[in-house]
């Protein structure tokens, strides 16, 4: 009888092993080059177009990513926000790293990203999701990641290249991971 318990027993530790691991969790990696602690998330956040621009057709939409970024050289402390467009054929993008700068729409208001240069290392901290799309980092402030962490809203703006701005909302509640990724990065308390 003990026996027939035992497959059961295993599977149901399996599955709740599984779900207490989040998809997106906070990871930490030394760039042995360079000396320098790189902490993001496992995987960025995953942004999708938002719902009044979503129109049903064959083409294939854009998608963007987000994550935050904390780079470690000797205790000194940087902050960056990368950001990964992964273009469809929906709609011609401006260059994220010019005319289409990014811009985060927050519960308490647009903040406007300033692009960054990062620290050139053996890793990014983010795997792009197509090697076709555009990458880059912008500057954001511990206040900023905060301002980020307790928005019930988390959109990103990015202009289009006929001069309009697409939209892109996350498909998951975002409060939850930059709160934890706040919490593992020891920025929480002011």
């Known amino acids: 009888m003990f026996l027939r318990l035992i497959p059961a027993i295993l599977l149901l530790g399996q599955l709740c092993g599984c779900a ?21 998330l496992k995987a960025p956040i995953e ?3 938002a719902q ?3 129109v049903v057709s064959r083409k294939r939409a854009t998608f963007a990513y987000l994550g935050p970024v904390e ?3 000797s205790g000194n402390l940087t902050y960056g ?14 260059d994220i790293r010019g005319s289409g700068d990014p811009t985060l729409v ?20 983010y795997r792009p999701v197509v090697s076709w799309g555009q990458t880059a980092y912008f500057d954001v402030t511990v206040a900023t990641l905060r301002r980020m962490a307790a ?11 006929d001069g309009s701005t697409l939209s892109f ?13 706040l919490q593992d990065r020891g920025l929480t308390a002011d």
């Open 20 to 40: 207490a691991q989040s998809s997106v969790k906070p990871v930490e990696a030394l760039d042995e080059r360079t000396g320098v602690t790189l902490g993001a």
């Open 47 to 49: 942004l999708v177009p």
């Open 52 to 54: 009044q621009q979503s």
């Open 71 to 73: 780079w470690n050289r």
């Open 81 to 94: 926000l990368w950001i990964h467009i992964a273009p469809g054929t929906d709609q011609p993008l401006a």
């Open 106 to 125: 927050l519960d308490d208001g647009p903040v406007p990203l300033s692009l960054i240069e990062a620290p050139a290392l053996g890793r990014s901290a």
């Open 151 to 161: 928005s019930r809203k988390l959109e990103l703006d990015v202009g289009a290249g």
């Open 169 to 181: 909302s996350p498909t998951l509640d975002t409060r939850t991971v930059l709160t934890q990724y």
